[in-house]
């Protein structure tokens, strides 16, 4: 019988999201330099934030790993 340690797939798991979060933040890096696109990538920015602040408090408040999964969108 394989055991999951939870809190360690948490842990991955939280990888996993900042890796994601880093990548749809990327072309809006660039945009939030330019002046006149600064506005808009800022708003997108944030509904990005706030996604995956949804994803952590579902990662932190998972119990299995199926859980973990779900939250993940895997």
């Known amino acids: 019988m394989i055991t ?3 809190n360690k797939a948490k842990d991955i798991a939280h990888d996993i999201r900042r890796a ?3 990548e749809e933040f990327a072309p809006l890096d660039v945009q ?3 002046p006149s696109q600064a506005s808009a990538a800022e708003s997108a920015r944030q509904v990005i934030r706030d996604k995956y602040a949804a994803m952590q408090t579902q990662i932190n408040s998972a119990s299995t790993p199926e859980e973990i999964k779900t939250a993940l969108g895997v």
């Open 32 to 34: 939030a330099t330019i």
């Open 20 to 22: 994601k979060r880093s």
């Open 4 to 6: 999951i340690n939870v």
